[in-house]
């Protein structure tokens, strides 16, 4: 597919997404240099109409888009990037340009927490402490917490119910780690029940 670059402009417009949470970040114009640019160095480069040059995002800052995908609309006149921001997206220091919020991501923000101190072997974290007991400890923990949660159903306390459905939470992404899955992987079982 080739982009359809304005033919007066030179420009398309490119709409930029958390690649963790979708959330829309902002909006940005790339000429054909901004885009070659950006694909050779995975860091989103725009063509700043202000300017009038390339403008690569966080240049200043130090926010930078790290590219993790991209797909052409479509009519092929406009670009949806799927990005990694470093520090907030807006110059306002907001996290997008549109000061949306949405907390309906924490649990994928969350599951990515969660793989990094495991990752990294962080040997202050309670998460990385509790992974390297093995898939057995894991278990054994979610089943305590599933435990608690039945029991907390049973009675009328709310705060301590969602405590403990925050803890079964917590517990079941690491047991989802230690097994070598995501919420994604559930997801896709769960879509193929519901057709």
């Known amino acids: 597919m080739t982009i359809k670059f304005d033919n007066n402009t030179g420009l398309v417009p490119v709409i930029i997404q958390d690649y963790l949470n979708l959330k829309v970040l902002m909006l940005g114009y790339m000429n054909q240099e901004s885009f070659d640019k950006t694909l050779a160095e995975k860091k989103v480069t725009f063509f700043s109409r202000s300017k009038n040059r390339l403008w690569t995002k966080g240049e200043t800052s130090g926010n930078f888009l790290e590219l993790i995908d991209w797909k052409i609309d479509c009519d092929q006149d406009a670009i949806l990037i799927k990005a990694k921001p470093f520090g907030p997206t807006c ?105």
């Open 91 to 195: 110059h306002n220091g907001t996290t997008t340009c549109f000061a949306e919020e949405n907390d309906k991501a924490f649990l994928y923000e969350l599951q990515q927490t969660i793989s990094d101190k495991i990752d990294t072997n962080d040997e202050s974290s309670y998460t990385n402490e509790l992974y390297k007991r093995g898939i057995n400890k894991v278990a054994q923990k979610v089943g305590e917490e599933a435990v608690e949660l039945v029991i907390e159903a049973k009675d009328n306390n709310t705060e301590l119910f969602l405590n403990e459905a925050a803890d079964l939470m917590y517990h079941y992404l690491i047991l989802l780690k230690a097994k070598g899955f995501t919420l994604e992987d559930v997801e896709q079982v769960l879509k193929s029940r519901s057709k």
